[in-house]
């Protein structure tokens, strides 16, 4: 089974920056797609970004230009750096896995247990 941890998450002013990390607890190289989603109170859970085994980038419109997604196979971690951070980028930030089940060959969904990012005004 794998696990992700992230981390980076805090409190920052708008306009600032922040780095979220992901590390896999096995090699990452194998993953389907890697990617972060975020939560804010009272609202769904969206993608923000998401990168793919072949280095396919796809990042949801709100963070165009601001947000960047990239991974370090040799440390079997996916980051997420933030700028030009918004107070409506408040929310909590999940760090997600899709990854083949080695028996039944389904596409299976892993989750991080969430980071809080809070930018202020």
């Known amino acids: 089974q794998v696990q992700l941890v992230e981390s980076g998450g805090g409190l920052v002013q708008a306009g600032g920056s922040l780095r979220l990390s992901c590390a896999a607890s096995r090699s990452i190289s194998s993953f389907v797609a890697m990617g972060w989603y975020r939560q804010a109170p009272g609202k769904q859970r969206e993608l923000v970004a998401q990168?793919?085994?072949?280095?396919?980038?796809s990042y949801a419109d709100s963070v165009k230009g601001r947000f960047t997604i990239s991974r370090d196979n040799a440390k079997n971690t996916v980051y997420l750096q933030m700028n030009s951070l918004k107070p409506e980028d408040t929310a909590v930030y999940y760090c997600?896995?899709?990854?083949?089940?080695?028996?039944?060959?389904?596409?299976?969904?892993?989750w991080g247990q969430g980071t809080q990012v809070t930018v202020s005004s």
């Open positions: 997600n896995a899709q990854v083949v089940a080695t028996i039944t060959m389904s596409l299976l969904n892993v």
């Open positions: 990168i793919t085994s072949g280095g396919s980038i």
